[in-house]
């Protein structure tokens, strides 16, 4: 089993940066991709970026150019560094991690509010 705790989340203006974190425990060495979902009120949860073990790296275009994701393998930690941000980045972000290079996801955290005045 492999557990995920998020964080880093909070309230800030258009513009601003914030830096979210996964801290990922248990069996970690299984976990191929990790990546992060986001979900707004009244929204699906859509997908924002993914990494794999290696490094190799894809993004929503909708957060291209503004967010950048990194993994350290060595402290099982997830990042999402988040530049330039919008209100409409405004959501509940989720760290989640899979197994497998493709398919469902098979971990969740449990979510880190990201709030984003105009």
């Known amino acids: 089993q492999v557990q995920l705790v998020e964080s880093g989340g909070g309230l800030v203006q258009g513009g601003d940066s914030l830096r979210l974190s996964c801290a990922a425990s248990?069996?970690?060495?299984?976990?191929?991709?990790m990546g992060w979902f986001r979900q707004a009120p009244g929204k699906e949860r859509e997908f924002v970026a993914a990494?794999?073990?290696?490094?190799?790296?894809n993004y929503a275009d909708s957060v291209k150019g503004r967010f950048t994701i990194a993994r350290d393998n060595a402290k099982n930690t997830l990042y999402l560094q988040m530049n330039s941000l919008k209100p409409e980045d405004t959501a509940v972000y989720y760290c989640?991690?899979?197994?497998?290079?493709?398919?469902?996801?098979?971990?969740w955290g449990q979510g880190t509010q990201v709030t984003v005045s105009s």
């Open positions: 989640g991690a899979r197994i497998r290079s493709w398919g469902a996801y098979d971990y």
């Open positions: 248990g069996r970690t060495l299984s976990l191929y991709t």
């Open positions: 990494i794999t073990w290696n490094g190799s790296s």
